[in-house]
Nanobody, 127 residues
Framework: QVQLVESGGGLVQAGGSLRLSCAAS????????MGWFRQTPGKEREFVAS????????YYSDSVKGRFTLSRDNAKNTGYLQMNSLKPEDTADYYC????????????????????WGQGTQVTVSS
């Protein structure tokens, strides 16, 4: 059974950094695009970033571009979301997801486009 487990969330002051990890199991990780989404109560899940199967290509939402960096280590079946210059509006539950594809595109920004999801990790940024 495919499993994605996020970790690394927590409480941080505005301007600080956090690194989220997403460990995948029971799948050939390199065959999957990875995406990160976030969600706050009462709102739809929002796209944050995605990364190609090899890690060579990434795509970011405008709200995080230049502050967040998504990477992956296929040998470790793990993806990493480095979040710098955090703002209070980054406060949310963060979810990783994967999509099985042979496409080279990373432009998958809808939650419905992903096959498997983690349980989420909470990020709180205080002002």
């Amino acid at each position: 059974q495919v499993q994605l487990v996020e970790s690394g969330g927590g409480l941080v002051q505005a301007g600080g950094s956090l690194r989220l990890s997403c460990a995948a199991s029971e799948l050939t990780f390199s065959n999957f695009i990875m995406g990160w989404f976030r969600q706050t109560p009462g709102k739809e899940r929002e796209f944050v970033a995605s990364i190609s199967r090899s890690g060579a290509n990434t795509y970011y939402s405008d709200s995080v571009k230049g502050r967040f960096t998504l990477s992956r280590d296929n040998a470790k079946n793990t993806g990493y979301l480095q979040m710098n210059s955090l703002k209070p509006e980054d406060t949310a539950d963060y979810y990783c997801a994967v999509r099985a594809t042979w496409s080279g595109s990373v432009y998958y920004i809808r939650a419905t486009e992903y096959n498997y999801w983690g349980q989420g990790t909470q990020v709180t940024v205080s002002s």
